[in-house]
Structure formats: structure tokens, C-alpha cells
Nanobody, 125 residues
Framework: QVQLVESGGGVVQAGASLRLSCAASGLPFNRYVMGWFRQAPGKEREFVATIHWNAISTAYSNSVTGRFTISRDNAKNTVYLQMSSLKPEDTAVYYC??????????????????WGQGTQVTVSS
């Protein structure tokens, strides 16, 4: 049974940093692409970042490029999202997801196979 468990969310002020973690189990982690998505109240879920299983190739949405960094530790079956210079518009529930194969590192959420339960990030102004 595949499980993805996010942690690290919280309430911070604008300009602060947070690091999200997502621990995976039940799958060959080092052969799966890992992604982060987020969903703000009243909005659709949107792509944030993706990292290939090789831990080298990454992709980011325009809104987080230069502020967020995705990384993974295949020995720990964990993917991270380091978030810096947080803005109120980053407030959302953040989800990690995984896929065996994606057509693109910017693939739609519909291409992902498994999802975590989400962790809330709230950025106050």
C-alpha cells in the first residue's frame, strides 16, 4: 500500500521560510517522480514543483521559481520543499504526489498516481 505523508506546514509571517517533507512508503521511491501541488481556498489545485527520480531534473511554477527548492533523499524515501520569502499568496494546502511516468515534469495533476493528505501553509502579511 502506497502512502505519502506530508509534514512541516504551519503559520508564518511574510518573508519567512518553511520546509515541507513528504515521506513515502510502499513503492520503489527511487524510480518515481515526486511533485508538490497546492490548493488555496476557492481555487483549483496548481502545480508547484517536480523532481525526477534521478534527483537532478526539476521543474517549478513561475510563481515559486527562485523562492522554492525541491529536493529528495532517495535513501530516506523523502522529498522536500524548501520555501523561502513566503508571501500571503502562498497560503494553501500543500500536497505531495508521485508518478511512475510523466509526459513532462510540468504534467497535470491528473497524471499522478498517488497523493498525500496535504499540509496547511498559512502566510500572514
Amino acid at each position: 500500500q502506497v502512502q505519502l505523508v506530508e509534514s512541516g506546514g504551519g503559520v508564518v509571517q511574510a518573508g519567512a521560510s518553511l520546509r515541507l517533507s513528504c515521506a513515502a512508503s510502499g513503492l520503489p521511491f527511487n524510480r518515481y517522480v515526486m511533485g508538490w501541488f497546492r490548493q488555496a481556498p476557492g481555487k483549483e489545485r496548481e502545480f508547484v514543483a517536480t523532481i525526477h527520480w534521478n534527483a537532478i531534473s526539476t521543474a517549478y511554477s513561475n510563481s515559486v521559481t527562485g523562492r522554492f527548492t525541491i529536493s529528495r533523499d532517495n535513501a530516506k524515501n523523502t522529498v522536500y520543499l524548501q520555501m523561502s520569502s513566503l508571501k500571503p499568496e502562498d497560503t494553501a494546502v500543500y500536497y505531495c504526489a508521485t508518478a511512475r511516468v510523466l509526459r513532462s515534469l510540468r504534467a497535470s495533476d491528473r497524471e499522478y498516481d498517488y497523493w498525500g493528505q496535504g499540509t496547511q501553509v498559512t502566510v500572514s502579511s
